[in-house]
T-cell receptor
Framework: AAGVIQSPRHLIKEKRETATLKCYPI?????VYWYQQGPGQDPQFLIS???????DKGSIPDRFSAQQFSDYHSELNMSSLELGDSALYFC????????????FGPGTRLTVT | DAKTTQPNSMESNEEEPVHLPCNHS???????IHWYRQLPSQGPEYVIH???SNVNNRMASLAIAEDRKSSTLILHRATLRDAAVYYC??????????????FGKGTKLSVIP
């Protein structure tokens, strides 16, 4: 069965650079969630989209922005990167906001040097 | 937000049952009880969810206290592949409220061969 695809899987950036993470949800899933997991930490919700509109916002820094496109894929844009942004970034998708299950991708590991 | 409390860690012998407890004394009537797990270096994975009645699926069973203030995830025969961090999460599925997953500390389950 198709799963959530995230690209790239690994990304190394320097401080103050920008990064773009991509998420391709499972076909026919219209809801996307972004989570950040720092080293040794638990996943923290960043932002979500339903039918291409932002539906909820968590602890996402102002330096970050995201959107969901007409084909339902989503991109997380991160600017002025800081060392503390080094983390695993997970995308999850679901068929509707209230769906019982969220299906997670393998994550993108971002390292800021 | 309603919070959950779980033991930091638990151990189990391989092929024995495991009971993972979760306390959620401030649960509201619209909160569903979800369990996710995260294997090392992977994204979280849905395990099971329930509202009031006990639930079974191919992965596990969920036993919910009558007052809903606690629940227990039951793995009937632990395998080495079940070694993971298990998260108990409260989540609404309709109406007002946020649909993201709020991860707490979770229980790190170790399985001994």
């Amino acid at each position: 069965a198709a799963g959530v695809i995230q690209s790239p899987r690994h990304l190394i950036k320097e401080k103050r650079e920008t990064a773009t993470l991509k998420c391709y949800p499972i076909p026919r899933h219209d809801t996307v969630y972004w989570y950040q997991q720092g080293p040794g930490q638990d996943p923290q919700f960043l932002i979500s989209f339903y039918e291409k509109m932002q539906s909820d916002k968590g602890s996402i820094p102002d330096r970050f922005s995201a959107q969901q496109f007409s084909d339902y894929h989503s991109e997380l844009n991160m600017s002025s990167l800081e060392l503390g942004d080094s983390a695993l970034y997970f995308c999850a998708s679901s068929p509707g906001q209230g769906a019982y299950e969220q299906y997670f991708g393998p994550g993108t590991r971002l390292t800021v040097t | 937000d309603a919070k959950t409390t779980q033991p930091n860690s638990m151990e189990s012998n391989e092929e024995e049952p495991v009971h993972l407890p979760c306390n959620h004394s401030t649960i509201s009537g619209t909160d569903y009880i979800h369990w996710y797990r995260q294997l090392p270096s992977q994204g979280p994975e849905y395990v099971i969810h329930g509202l009031t009645s006990n639930v079974n699926n191919r992965m596990a069973s969920l036993a919910i206290a009558e007052d809903r203030k606690s629940s227990t995830l039951i793995l009937h025969r632990a395998t080495l592949r079940d070694a993971a961090v298990y998260y108990c999460i409260l989540r609404v599925h309709s109406g007002a409220g946020s649909y993201q997953l709020t991860f707490g500390k979770g229980t790190k389950l170790s399985v001994i061969p």
